[in-house]
C-alpha cells in the first residue's frame, strides 16, 4: 500500500543545514503534489513548503523563503527538504505529505497521505 517516509532528522546547532528526505513506497511521488509541514512542541502544525505535480511549481511559507529548498529525485521516488541556516524556532517534527494533482500545491492540510514524521532540533 502507498507510503512515505521522512528521515534525515537530529539535532543541528544554529546556523547550520539538514536535508530531510521523504520516500514513497507503492506509488510514483512525481504524480503528486508533495508538502513539508512541521509542528512545535505545544503549537499546532504548520505548512512550511510543497511542490506541485511533476515540480511545476512550488509554494512558500515566509519562514522558508530564502533557507529552505525543496526538490525531488525521480529515480529514487524521493522528495528533498534542503534545510539552511537553521534557527531554534525551526526545532518541531517534520512530516511530508502527499496530495493529488494539482497545479499549484496548498499549505494547508488537505493532503491524503501523511508520512510519520522526522525530529529536528536546533540548538542556539
Known amino acids: 500500500q502507498p507510503q512515505l517516509v521522512e528521515s534525515g532528522g537530529g539535532l543541528v546547532q544554529a546556523g547550520g543545514s539538514l536535508r530531510l528526505s521523504c520516500a514513497a513506497s507503492g506509488f510514483t511521488l512525481d504524480d503528486y503534489a508533495i508538502g513539508w509541514f512541521r509542528q512545535a512542541p505545544g503549537k499546532e502544525r504548520e505548512g512550511v513548503l510543497c511542490i506541485s505535480t511533476s515540480g511545476g511549481s512550488t509554494n512558500y511559507a515566509d519562514s522558508a523563503k530564502g533557507r529552505f529548498t525543496v526538490s525531488r529525485d525521480n529515480a529514487k521516488n524521493t522528495v528533498y527538504l534542503q534545510m539552511n541556516r537553521l534557527e531554534p524556532e525551526d526545532t518541531a517534527v517534520y512530516y511530508c505529505?502527499?496530495?493529488?494533482?494539482?497545479?499549484?500545491?496548498?499549505?494547508?492540510?488537505?493532503?491524503?497521505?501523511w508520512g510519520q514524521g522526522t525530529q529536528v532540533t536546533v540548538s542556539s
Open positions: 505529505a502527499s496530495g493529488t494533482v494539482w497545479n499549484q500545491c496548498p499549505l494547508t492540510e488537505k493532503y491524503a497521505l
